[in-house]
Nanobody, 119 residues
Framework: QVQLVESGGGLVQPGGSLRLSCAAS????????TGWYRQAPGKQRELVAS??????NYADSVKGRFTISGDNAKNTVYLQMNNLKPEDTAVYYC??????????????WGQGTQVTVSS
């Protein structure tokens, strides 16, 4: 059974930082394209950052502030978020798509973690 478990969300003041973690079981993250999405109330889910063999990609709204990274030994993906703004408030979801070269591609999601940026 595949599970993606996010952690690290919370309440932070504007200008603050948070690091989200996504730990996987049942799959090897390094074999998948991974990403972080977010969904604010009343809005569609949007891609924030992604990571694959081709490199990393960021939404324009977070470029220069957010960094996606991974630790293969821990089978964990991170999202470092700096200089947070109120408009970053959302539920953040971890995603894994793959495996690379697989015959059947699968899309896995975590349960989400709330990030609230407010003074």
């Amino acid at each position: 059974q595949v599970q993606l478990v996010e952690s690290g969300g919370g309440l932070v003041q504007p200008g603050g930082s948070l690091r989200l973690s996504c730990a996987a079981s049942g799959i090897i993250f390094s074999a998948y394209a991974t990403g972080w999405y977010r969904q604010a109330p009343g809005k569609q889910r949007e891609l924030v950052a992604s990571r694959s063999s081709g490199g990393t990609n960021y939404a324009d709204s977070v470029k220069g502030r957010f960094t996606i990274s991974g630790d293969n030994a821990k089978n964990t993906v991170y999202l470092q978020m700096n200089n947070l703004k109120p408009e970053d408030t959302a539920v953040y979801y971890c995603n894994a798509f793959g495996p690379r070269g697989g015959i059947t591609m699968r899309n896995y999601w975590g349960q989400g973690t709330q990030v609230t940026v407010s003074s």
